[in-house]
């Protein structure tokens, strides 16, 4: 502890919510005062730090992936190298992304040097509704993250569903004509999804079914980034 108080009990509060928790399980997790536990989370759900989810249990909000987004770039650092290998290991370009609100951002690429390639410039803003790196960046997410953007999504929640379950996500065709893709998580130390690692090209070289062919480099260098 750092013997702040209430910088302590504030962290305490965040730590006891990261797989959700109620009031009546904020207060047994971290034996705080039933009313301090609940001032504490509301002023931290002000501060977009805590979000609740549909069934009223707090989660952790946006703005604690916000903070880490602005963070200095170690993983970006350590991702240039990764990138590059994974695009001569796969013969397809690389990506990282982060999101930002709605959106996703290519923050690093690694392009296939010659022949036909799905070309990502770093700082391309791409939508949250298609392509298999907005799948993973969503399929963790609380339901109150991805319910508004699913309606107008070229994938459902049963897709995210088997996403988390096989820990990769594919598309063919989402985002734009001919582009397949294949995508995996980043985590941080406490297993939160912080980023997506891809790799994409034309269909008509990585198939129908990219991620048979491509998804165990993808997620292997997804979790040589993890924990960061």
């Keep these: 502890m750092s013997g702040v108080g209430v910088l302590d009990k ?20 971290t034996k705080l005062p039933r009313a301090t536990a609940h001032r504490l989370a509301q002023a931290l759900e002000i501060h977009r730090m805590l979000v609740r989810d549909t069934q ?45 609100a709605d959106e996703r951002v290519c923050v690093a690429a690694a392009e296939r040097a010659s022949g036909l390639r799905d070309t ?22 609380p339901p109150e993250a991805v319910m508004p953007l699913l309606p107008r999504s070229k994938f459902t929640g049963r897709a995210l569903a088997e996403v988390r379950r096989r820990g990769w996500a594919q598309s063919v065709a989402e985002r734009e004509a001919g582009v397949a893709s294949v995508s995996a998580p980043i985590r941080d130390r406490t297993g939160r999804v912080i980023a997506a690692i891809s790799v994409s090209g034309p269909i ?3 198939g129908r079914r990219p991620g048979e062919r491509h998804a165990m480099a993808v997620v292997r260098a997804g979790q040589r980034l993890s924990g960061l």
């Design 56 to 100: 009223g249990r707090w989660r952790p909000g946006p703005r604690l992936g916000e903070l880490a987004n602005a963070a200095p770039d170690v993983l970006l650092t350590a991702a240039e190298p990764l990138l590059c290998a994974l695009r001569d290991a796969t013969g397809e370009s690389a990506q990282l992304y982060l999101r930002r």
């Design 10 to 29: 504030a962290v305490v509060i965040l730590a006891a919510c990261v797989d959700g928790a109620s009031l009546a399980e904020l207060v047994e997790r």
């Design 204 to 206: 008509e070289r990585l």
């Design 120 to 141: 990502v410039p770093v700082g391309s803003v791409l939508p949250m509704t298609a392509g298999s790196a907005a799948q993973i960046l969503l399929a963790w997410e």
